[in-house]
Nanobody, 120 residues
Framework: QLQLVESGGGLVQPGGSLRLSCAAS????????MGWYRQAPGKQRELVAT???????NYADSVKGRFTISRDNAKKSVYLQMNSLKTEDTAVYYC??????????????WGQGTRVTVSS
């Protein structure tokens, strides 16, 4: 029943910026920590940023100082501001709870994600 819809991705040049949005529905996630994850081609999905219910944030070393995660519980939305983008940031980006939302079938739930391509 949970649905997570990511948006805001696209093609951007190195050094550019993008702002990703995540809209949640079907479940109240206001008590959950939330995160942004990404999966580059041929690589495992990795956690890049988290934010608790009260706004405490953490970042992977690879994005620290460049990315900012935020949330608006009233709008059931999570955001990721990405600045100074690098080619290595190219990936499909997903939002989810942290840890990821587990279905009754015992698997993690993931939305479709939004693709970010950083290229000249």
């Amino acid at each position: 029943q949970l649905q997570l819809v990511e948006s805001g991705g696209g093609l951007v040049q190195p050094g550019g910026s993008l702002r990703l949005s995540c809209a949640a529905s079907g479940r109240d996630l206001s008590i959950n920590a939330m995160g942004w994850y990404r999966q580059a081609p041929g690589k495992q999905r990795e956690l890049v940023a988290t934010i608790t219910r009260v706004g405490i944030t953490n970042y992977a070393d690879s994005v620290k100082g460049r990315f900012t995660i935020s949330r608006d519980n009233a709008k059931k939305s999570v955001y990721l501001q990405m600045n100074s983008l690098k080619t290595e940031d190219t990936a499909v980006y997903y939002c989810n709870t942290e840890p990821p939302w587990r279905t009754f079938g015992g698997t993690d739930y993931w939305g479709q994600g939004t693709r970010v391509t950083v290229s000249s």
